[in-house]
């Protein structure tokens, strides 16, 4: 099956924004206009207008990456999701009930959660079980050895 390469505008501009912001040099060019703008201080006599500035700046970039990475992020989520039900789907001994969990309300999900807790709580004392006969075991071989 061959992936859509058809994406809108938004989504290319989006994943290209947001590999870029989480660069060392884009970094370093945000922490540059900030000393910058700390430098030009005092030309400015530290105004209203100087503070104003950085400020607006801020969050005119903050409110705009928000939507940018959150449209990265539910894209990167829903391909985790389609990744993961066909693990499920193609594996004999998982629960195909499991798909689309995302689907499901809290309450649901909860109960579900539950169940899979007591499971593994029961793989766990299983365990302990298992280790505690091993333990019996070693000393049990210890002690003939020694005799």
Known sequence: MKPFKNQSWFSRFARATARMSGRPATFAVAAGVVVVWAITGPLFGFSDTWQLVINTGTTIVTF??????????????????????????????AHNALLDLEDLDESELDRIRADYEKLAETARAALEEVDELKEARAEGEASVAKK
């Open 64 to 93: 705009l990456m928000v939507f940018l990475i959150q449209n990265t992020q539910n894209r990167d989520s829903e391909a985790v999701h389609v990744k993961l039900d066909e693990l499920i789907r193609a594996n004999e001994a």
